[in-house]
């Protein structure tokens, strides 16, 4: 079949699979992972494996894409007033989850090292939009929301730090070339360095670029052309794409006068190629390698949730937070999605040989954390007494504030 042909089919029942998602109250992901695996071998076979290795160059796109979107998280005096106790917490539960997947897979489970380590590096990232969502529909609002926020933002970037550490130590098991400590503690730390630099240097030459653009097309070109150029020169050096564009997009949002218009730009362009992206994530899963790692899979779900949770009352224990922080922390963090899929292409890329487990692994584990996620973080504000804490504000504001409160009535009813 016709190539554009089929990724139009593709396109065309992902958009199906949201939509049937959005009925049952779930996350558009989770619709378009499961049309992918309805395409994929597991079912009707519409999307072979060799069609997934064609279009891995939409999959890579579209996660650099996501990478540099996560960048704009990063307002140096957002990060200042973050302090270091959020970044404490924040380092904690990424460490939590990495420790006990790592523990799981490697002692209990047998699995090789190259293996054990990067998939438990992957279970560090948090999908923060589902959490989101539940906090933005009750109306949120206490302590645990306001730690919730930025530390579901902050742990993406620990997460893929981390993996550019385990992928890079990984390579190294895998290929039996006996290396010295020296070289086993330096290269990792070299490659994440670079890509940092690289990151730096891109996104410093587009800051200058975006002084000169003049429309709203020109920042949606200049940006685009700017995620392929980092990602090209990122896999021809070897180093982290993610990394470098997540700092590029950085150097975009805190040093361009109007830094909106360039996301929004991008944001424009990427939601058909985020859908793709999903869909053949989707349809890369093959249902049959669940019957050697199904057991494995299910350890890791509560393995993650276990380190999260622990790592998260940790961190809160260390510096102190509110007691309804130190219990329901975890449980805001389980959500797992888009960077984790992700990076599962660049397993693909660098350690063939564990992808199909990895990928099954973190498929079936998105699954079940793209539906448990929501309920538990509901779960959580309630326990915290925080669901409409919003309006509680806005009653006690009115309260201690009756004559502004009458005035403005009678300007509504003027």
Known sequence: MDTLLKISIVLCVGIVGGKIAGIFKLPNVSGYLVAGLILGPSFTKFVSESDSNSFKIISEFAL???????????????????GKKIMIITLTEVLGAIIIVFVVTYFIFNQPFAFSIVIASMSAATAPAATLLVMRQYRAHG????????????????????????ISLAVMSASGVQYSILEMISKPFIEVGASILLGIGL?????VIYRLAKSNTDNQVIALGAIGVATGVANLLGLSALLANIVMGTMVVNMVKRPERVFKSVNEFSSPVYLLFFTLAGASLNLSVLASVGLMGIAYIFARAIGKGLGGWFGAKIINAEPVVQKYLGLTLLPQGGISIGLTVIVAQQLPEYA??????????????????????????????EINGL???????????????????EVQEA
């Open 64 to 82: 650099a894409i996501i990478a540099f979107s996560i960048g704009s998280e990063f307002v140096f005096k957002d990060i200042l007033k973050m």
């Open 143 to 166: 302590p645990l929301t306001k730690t919730v926020l930025p530390i579901v933002a902050l742990d993406d970037v620990y997460g893929i730090i981390a993996f550019g550490f385990a």
């Open 203 to 207: 996104g410093l030459i587009l800051v």
């Open 356 to 385: 199909n487990a990895i990928t099954t692994i973190i498929m079936f584990s998105v699954l079940i954390y793209e539906i448990s996620g929501p309920i538990f973080a509901k779960i959580a504000i309630q326990k915290a007494g």
């Open 391 to 409: 309006d509680r504000i806005q009653d006690i504001n009115s309260e201690e504030n009756p004559v502004t409160e009458q005035l403005t009535g």
